[in-house]
Structure formats: C-alpha cells, structure tokens
C-alpha cells in the first residue's frame, strides 16, 4: 500500500517521538515508524536520573509518557515496521518499509545508534545464550548467578547498577583504570558489596558449552591472558550509528558514520532532517528531543513554506481533551506521591 502524508519520521525512540509531537501539533499529518521497540535506548535504560523534570524515572516509564503524548498529539505510530530503503533526492521522498510505501514532503531521521559488538570469538556464537546487550531486558535470567560487565562508560555502569541488585557477584571489565561514567554512577557502583572491578583488562575470548562459562581475558599492564568464570556478559561499550540507509540514499555523514546536520538540523538534502544519536555529539535524551524539536520545525518550514504561508491549508489539529484528561488522572492516581504533575 502506499501512503501519501506531509512528515516521515523514522525511529520511535525520544527524538522520533519528539518530533512527532510537534510536527503532529503543527498540524502536519505524521507518520512515525519504529522497527522495534518505541522509546528506542530509552525504552532499555534502567532508570534516568538527569532528564529535566524527573528525580529519577525508571526508561520504561519515561517511554510510555513519551508515547502518550506523541499519540493524543495524533502521530500515527506504525510498529513494528521497518524502513528498508529510502528515496529522499525528489521533491516527493519516498520510504520503503518492509510492510508499505510511504511518500512525504519531509523525512526526519531519528534512527538513533546500536551498541558496539566486542568482535571477538564467541561473541556471536553465544549471543542469546549469556552474551547481552541489555540489563533490563536480560538482567533477570542471572539472579543469583556470576556476570560480567564490559565497559566503563555511563551505559555499562548504569547496567552494571541494574545488574547488582540481582546477581551474586559482578565483574566490571574495563581496558583503563578508571570508570569514565559520571562520578556520582561511578561511586555507586564502587561501593555495591558484590562488585569486582578489573582495571586495565580487555576479552579476548568468551568461552562455554550450551551456554557461556568462562570469560578469557588480558591483563593490558602485566601482558598476561587469564580466565573468570561467569554466567553471563553484558557488552556496553559504546555505540555506532544507524546511518546505513540515509547514508545509501546520499545523506552526507562524517567519519564515524554519523549523520551531518546544521543548526536547524538540515542534512545535505533539501527536505530531509535528522536529530537524535544519528548525529552523533553528546547522545542523551535532553539532546535528543531538542534537536527533533529544532528538526520538526525546520520540516514545518519546509512543507509549508512557513508559518503564515500555508497553515490554513493545513487541517486543524484535534486534541481529544477528554482522553487527555482522563490520561492525566491514571497517571496522578498512580503517582500521588512524585512531584510529577501532567500539565495541560
Ligand atoms: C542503558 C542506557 C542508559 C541510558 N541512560 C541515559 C540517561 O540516564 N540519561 C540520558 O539522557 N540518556 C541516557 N541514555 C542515552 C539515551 O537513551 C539516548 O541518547 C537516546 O535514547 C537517543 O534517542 P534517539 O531517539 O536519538 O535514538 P534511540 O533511542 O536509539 O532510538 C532510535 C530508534 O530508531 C529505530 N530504528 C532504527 N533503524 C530503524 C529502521 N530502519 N526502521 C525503523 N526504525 C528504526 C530503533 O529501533 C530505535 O527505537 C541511555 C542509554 C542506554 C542504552
């Protein structure tokens, strides 16, 4: 089936549904698709603790905040679907998923970035069978059990949080001899009772039958290879772009593979915008959804030709007030006592 709407936007984590929100809002008939899980990294974290607003909110629930405002604002939330091919050079662009076509008069690329593979034997062989890259998602499968943690910076210590309220012992596997996570993560962490951290260590191996057993490992300052027994690997350390598509359809994108963007968020194709970890810089959720803001109304611009040129051929917006209502009752019933107010 092909679709005709005015926005595009792919990848439902914080940035796409960010964006949605205002385009929606805007008036713009919206189509966001998401190939896996809305909320994207968000959706996995264990809790966030610096997204303005919130003390700390497990990512789940911050998620499902996110979701309901992108719908009742009247984003149309395809999922799951997958984008598997792009034409954005024409005035028309054009998105090729794995279920329709869609055909826009802007595309914002939101499609965030994925965790980095170790690259090392048995990585893949046992992925799934004690190799993750999720805590939240896996964490439960290792209650009481001995795992390791791969990594040093925010991600791997927040999972490595997660993780130590469920496992027996924990090992924290980093190639320098400190935690580059910020400090007040870092000490929490260094103080949990069952944590063992081991400085200046890379895998060279992950070892097992069925399942993972042993985790062979080099000490980088004594030059010697020695082996743990664990349960299971958590790798988390760092991520790479999901800039393939863009970039195959002549989206510029810079060394590392991110997406190239300017102030108002325009890649090198007229039409075309892209916010969120694709462009790399300092991924967080804070970052993320301002730029899809900035990229939303620059996409606003775009199909409209700007605020007073167009707006009244756009159709108006309609907000179910009830529902909206209703929402914000669930929601402060549930948490009488947050200092989180939904506000109209
Ligand atoms: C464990 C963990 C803890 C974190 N903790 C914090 C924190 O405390 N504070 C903070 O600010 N940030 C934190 N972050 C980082 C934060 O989650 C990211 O910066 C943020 O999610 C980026 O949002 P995004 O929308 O750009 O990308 P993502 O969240 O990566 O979302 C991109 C989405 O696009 C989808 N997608 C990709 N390709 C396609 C395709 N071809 N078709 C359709 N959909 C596609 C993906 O499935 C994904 O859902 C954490 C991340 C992790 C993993």
Redesign the pocket.
């Known amino acids: 089936m092909t679709v005709r709407t005015h926005v595009v936007i792919?990848?439902?984590?914080?940035?796409?549904l960010t964006a949605g929100i205002y385009t929606s809002r805007l008036g713009l008939d919206t189509i966001l698709?998401?190939?896996?899980?809305l909320g994207?990294?968000?959706a996995?974290?264990?809790f966030?603790?610096?997204?303005p607003g919130f003390v700390s909110i497990p990512g789940p629930e911050l998620t499902k905040r996110f979701i309901e405002h992108a719908e009742t604002m009247g984003v149309q939330i395809k999922v799951p679907?997958?984008?598997i091919d792009l034409e954005l050079k024409g005035e028309v662009k054009k998105v090729y998923t794995d279920k329709n076509t869609y055909e826009a008069d802007a595309v914002i690329i939101?499609?965030?970035?994925s965790r980095r593979k170790l690259n090392v034997p048995g990585e893949k062989e046992f992925a799934g069978k004690g190799v993750s890259y999720c805590a939240v998602c896996d964490g439960a499968f290792f209650k009481g059990k001995t795992v390791a943690v791969v990594g040093g910076g925010?991600?791997a210590v927040?999972?490595a949080l997660h993780l130590t309220q469920l496992v027996r012992k924990l090992y924290i596997v980093h190639r320098r001899d400190d935690l580059r996570a910020e400090v007040a993560l870092k000490q929490r962490l260094l103080d949990s009772p069952n944590v063992v951290p081991l400085w200046n260590t890379i895998v060279e191996a992950i070892k097992g039958d069925t399942v993972v057993r042993k985790l062979v490992l080099r000490d980088l300052k004594k030059d010697e290879v020695f082996e743990i027994d664990v349960d299971g690997v958590f790798v988390a350390i760092g991520y790479a772009p999901?800039s393939q598509?863009a970039a195959k359809a002549g989206v510029l994108v810079d060394e590392k593979g991110y997406i190239i963007v300017n102030r108002k968020q325009e890649t090198n194709i007229k039409g075309v915008y892209a916010?969120?970890?694709?462009t790399g810089g300092v991924?967080?959720?804070?970052v993320?959804v301002g730029e899809a803001i900035v990229a939303a109304m620059s996409a606003f611009e775009h199909v409209t030709g700007g605020w007073y040129a167009k707006k009244k051929a756009l159709k108006a917006v309609k907000i179910d007030f009830e529902k909206l209502k209703t929402k914000e009752k669930a929601i402060e019933e549930k948490e009488k006592k947050s200092l989180f107010k939904f506000k109209l």
């Open positions: 792919i990848g439902g984590g914080p940035a796409g698709i998401e190939k896996a899980t994207g990294q968000v996995i974290s264990p966030i603790e610096n997204y679907e997958t984008v939101t499609t965030g970035a925010n991600t927040s999972e999901n598509l916010a969120g970890d694709v991924m967080q959720i804070g993320a």
